[in-house]
């Protein structure tokens, strides 16, 4: 692409000093073609040029130059005379271009509020649709409304009649003033939306209305948000009036479905709003640079819970110490995080087990049909380069052959959705997996499902797409997203329950039982798949933990380079696996103790191991995850009760004799 547009320009620079109409003809043709190629099929170059200093605007402007020159170099001396009128229409073109350009940054300036918001009626702001996305585009708008004066001139060069030159320009300005009125419109008083100490009061008065207690604050990149959207469902099953906090404006959109309502915080000052709320307890999911900012807020208590447990370093990071409470599954992180020796007190450890894995169901015995299904889902390679993170470059080609030559074996394969992100070979790795699972399915054969399956599955995804996604038109900004997503309808949790039930079912039921799957979307969900599986083979990572709540037999990949039973010492939710050393010898003996009941001898290690990490099944997790939530709450009350105390015991009296508490209450 680059070349083309280096070709294109370059003929239209000789066509223009030359002079050569033919030429010059055929060259801006093709520099307007290249871009409808570039805008149309190689959308990622587009970055690319613009870091270069060549974006749309640079190469509109000068393809244009170039027709003047051409212009007035055809023909006789004195053609500067006769064109002049055209060089000034092209020079106010682009002033007006400049022009509206400010305009539309004003327009997007009264559009950026400092809350952004979801599940909540935000009507009163006066919310209106986004402009059409030409207007807010400078590159695209440029040349959109810069075609017609291109044409012209062009025109004029092969035909030396200055009307033609005249009328396009004509048409551009034209364009040009439609739009900058257009967007005048949306400046006007009563047309934008409200200001920011109004939607700032309008904040303070939801707050006070709906009255949360309990909050998900969350704070990350556009991958991780599968980290909050985990405690999603556990959250919405309190008896509080739960809120998720976000800071990130485009993580509102990446929160999957869910009636609770959504504030993003974009700003510190804002954030600091909610010291005033009746909020007492904000769970965090994951550490962020700006975790720090709200644990600034003496009101509330914070407690860390995490996004999954294993023995990986990052399950009792330091930063733990920084909340006043840090809750986890059962036993095995309480003792986790006292042998780091981190700074985490053992009294602010909370077991409250996982409430996530309700829907994991229990072992029920060996595989009844003629194949075993194995999920494989490793983790990503981690930040620390450590070749123990996962299996996936050192280990993962091998357990994939070994498990496809198994004519019994149905393999599942999921990998992390970072895989390759830090390490580009874990990425090449990843891809030659997927390769050899596609060559495995292109040598099986088999009977496939009815036509039918794919029908149900196909209105099963629509039903479940219209519950969950919104449906937003291309060119919609915040604005327009909190006008489209106000308060949910009554029954719409229930109702996604039950579809994504559904769907579940209608997937798997479409797809051949003998066929290998590599699942990459983010459906069907990891726990959709340990129901599926009879075996997981996997790295030292939560998702062991997690499938440790169905009791059925795992493996776990040894790429750390230490003998096995350091590596089991090492980390102690191995305990009841299988070690898979990474040439994968054991995997055979594996799927013939998967088969054959009786051969495994690591069952009665499994339930040790899952009541070591996970806790008690009674009482149930998420009825200990709630009376966590209750009890971190009442220590607020008490909390702020003493602050109050304290603060009405330092205030003097004005007057001498004055009791204090009289001063206090006025």
């Known amino acids: 692409m680059p070349g083309l547009f280096a070709t294109a320009f370059a ?7 030359l002079p050569h109409v033919p030429l010059l003809l055929a060259a801006t043709a093709g520099s307007l073609a290249a871009e409808a190629v570039l805008h149309r099929w190689q959308r990622g170059m587009v970055p690319l040029f613009a870091k270069s200093h060549a974006d749309l605007t640079v190469r509109h402007v000068l393809r244009d130059l170039l027709l003047v020159v051409g212009l007035l170099r055809l023909g006789e001396q004195d053609r500067e005379t006769a064109y002049a009128p055209l060089v000034a229409g092209l020079l106010a073109f682009y002033a007006l271009h400049c022009v509206i350009q400010a305009a539309s940054l004003l327009v997007r300036r009264t559009r950026t509020l400092p809350v952004v918001t979801r599940n909540i009626d935000a009507s ?41 030159g005249a009328l396009g320009l004509a048409l551009s300005l034209g ?22 100490q ?34 999603l469902e556990p959250l919405a099953q309190l008896d509080g009036r739960p809120v998720i906090v976000l800071r990130e404006r485009f993580m509102v959109q990446k929160i999957a479905a869910t009636d609770i309502p959504i504030i993003c915080l974009p700003k510190v000052s804002t954030l600091m709003r909610l010291e005033h709320s009746t909020l007492q307890v904000l769970i965090h999911p994951s ?26 370093l990052s399950s009792c990071n330091p930063y733990a110490k920084a909340y006043d409470e840090v809750w986890v599954a059962g036993p095995a992180a309480r003792e986790r995080y006292a042998l780091a020796e981190v700074g985490v007190e053992d009294k602010d450890v909370v077991e409250i087990g996982r409430p996530q894995l309700d829907s994991v169901r229990p072992y029920a015995g060996p595989p009844t049909g003629p194949y075993a299904t194995v999920l494989y889902a490793p983790t990503w390679e981690g930040w620390d380069g450590n070749p123990g993170n996962t299996s996936v470059i050192a280990a993962g080609e091998n357990l994939v052959r070994a498990l496809l030559a198994d004519p019994g074996v149905r393999l599942l394969y999921k990998p992390h959705p970072l895989t390759g992100s830090v390490d580009p070979r874990a990425g090449a790795a990843d891809l030659r997996i997927r390769e050899l699972i596609r060559a495995a ?8 499902p009815d036509p039918s399956a794919a029908a149900e599955l196909a209105v099963r995804t629509r039903e479940l797409d219209r519950l969950t ?8 900004d915040q604005v327009e997203r909190m006008l489209l997503q106000s308060t949910p309808e009554p029954g719409r949790a229930e109702a996604v329950a039950r579809a994504t039930e559904a769907w579940e079912e209608a997937y798997w039921a479409s797809l051949p039982e003998w066929e290998h799957q590599v699942v990459t979307d983010a459906r069907p969900a990891l726990y959709a798949c340990f129901n599926k599986a009879d075996l997981l083979i996997s790295d030292v990572s939560s998702v062991i933990s997690d499938f440790l709540a169905s009791e059925k037999p795992y493996a776990v990949a040894n790429t750390s380079g230490l003998p096995e039973p350091a590596f089991r010492a090492a980390f102690p939710t191995v305990a009841a696996a299988t070690v898979l050393s990474p040439d994968a010898a054991g995997v055979p003996a594996l799927l013939d103790a998967v088969r054959h009941p009786e051969k495994d001898d690591l069952a009665e290690a499994r339930a040790e191991l899952k009541l070591r990490l996970l806790g008690p099944a009674e009482p149930p997790s998420t009825v200990r995850f709630a009376e966590a939530v209750r009890a971190l709450c009442r220590a607020a009350q008490d909390h702020q009760a003493r602050a109050a105390m304290r603060l009405r015991s330092e205030i003097p009296a004005q007057r001498e004799g004055e009791p204090r508490a009289a001063v206090s209450e006025r």
């Open 11 to 17: 003929g239209q620079t000789v066509a223009a000093l």
């Open 124 to 164: 009163a702001l006066r919310l209106t649709p986004a402009p059409p996305a030409l207007l807010r585009r400078p590159g695209p708008r440029l040349l959109v409304f810069g075609m017609p004066a291109t044409a012209g001139l062009l025109a004029t060069a092969v035909s030396d009649a200055p009307r033609y």
């Open 287 to 312: 550490n962020s640079g700006k975790t720090s900012q709200v644990l600034r807020i003496p009101t509330i208590k914070h407690t860390f819970v995490n996004h999954g447990e294993s023995d990986k």
């Open 175 to 196: 364009l040009g003033l439609t739009g900058l009125g257009a967007l005048l419109l949306r400046l006007l008083p009563g047309r934008r939306p409200a200001g920011e």
């Open 469 to 476: 996604i919104a449906d937003f038109r291309a060119g919609a």
């Open 441 to 448: 399915n292109r040598e099986r054969t088999g009977p496939r």
């Open 198 to 231: 109004e939607v700032l009061d309008w904040f303070d008065a939801w707050l006070a209305a709906y009255r949360p207690t309990v909050g998900l604050y969350f704070s990350g990149g556009a991958s991780s948000a599968y980290q909050a959207n985990m405690w």
